[in-house]
């Protein structure tokens, strides 16, 4: 009867923190260990007494309540600073990481995911949701010297207009889809193809949805020119590693070499079975 209880409180004591994991972060880039660490941060920084949002925890500390290694840690860290999802910054004596995430980038992230999927895939319409929660998060005060940008805003513009260029700008990079599928070995037809389904769909391309898919080529072990053909095969807006895709890529494979798939035949074999 004691085993028993003690059993149930270790069973207890184990559930007592659960982890809140939002499997989203996974299709955004940030694979399985960076949404993990992703979902802590977010969970984390709507509690920090921090103005600007920042947290601090040891690699214990992230041991204990996430379960990843020293390793694990570093390469999830890694991820999410080249994403842009979070920033750090070292300070104190002895030297702490600190942490902070990128709300506007990751918000501008899941926006662009959720326009990828349909409605049935993307269940609860986080799109409009997260396009709600972008626009209330643009409309906050970045730190507490924000309060007083209205005031400083004659200032600004006085100092701005003598580096005002005018027609002289130089015009902003206009980003070009077929041009970066190309640079990503994506061959120029399946990159026309491609453009053409989506305006087709009505449905924009942006820089960030097209890494998202080349991430998720390299999660099913496929190249990306193979991943865009499959895309177009089944007429699909977007590409996830764990979707049916498979019978598609075989298709598309016996098309291709259409040899491969023949029986072998000797060359000295012939049809005249008049001999037999």
């Not at 149930?8 to 989203?24: G, S």
């Not at 075989?250 to 070499?257: A, C, G, K, R, V």
Request: proline share 3%.
């Amino acid at each position: 009867m004691n085993q028993s209880i003690s059993m149930i409180r270790l069973i207890e004591a184990m559930n007592d923190q659960p982890i809140a994991f939002n499997k989203h972060y996974v299709f955004i880039g940030c694979g399985i260990n960076g949404a993990l660490m992703l979902s802590q941060l977010v969970y984390w920084t709507a509690r920090t007494k921090d103005a600007d949002g920042w947290i601090y925890k040891t690699q214990t500390e992230w041991t204990q309540e996430t379960g990843l290694t020293r390793t694990e840690q570093e390469n999830a860290r890694k991820k999410l600073l080249e994403l842009n999802f979070i920033k750090e910054k070292k300070q104190g004596v002895p030297c702490r990481v600190f942490f902070c995430v990128e709300r506007e980038n990751l918000y501008k992230a899941l926006i662009e995911y959720s326009e990828s999927l349909d409605s049935s895939q993307f269940a609860g319409n986080l799109q409009t949701r997260m396009q709600e929660t972008y626009k209330l998060e643009c409309a906050k005060p970045a730190n507490k010297n924000a309060q007083n940008l209205q005031s400083n805003t004659e200032n600004t513009t006085e100092n701005t207009t003598d580096i005002n260029l005018g027609a002289d700008a130089p015009k902003a990079h206009k980003f070009s889809p077929k041009k970066f599928l190309i640079e990503n070995d994506v061959s120029e037809q399946t990159a026309q193809e491609f453009i053409d389904l989506k305006n087709k769909k009505r449905k924009t391309i942006t820089e960030r949805s097209l890494k998202i898919i080349f991430n998720q080529a390299a999660e099913a072990k496929l190249t990306n020119e193979r991943v865009f053909q499959i895309i177009v095969f089944k007429g699909w807006e977007s590409f996830n590693a764990t979707w049916n895709w498979s019978e598609a890529n075989n298709q598309i494979e016996q098309l291709e070499n259409p040899q491969a798939n023949q029986p072998n035949i000797p060359q000295n074999f012939t049809a005249d079975m008049g001999d037999w």
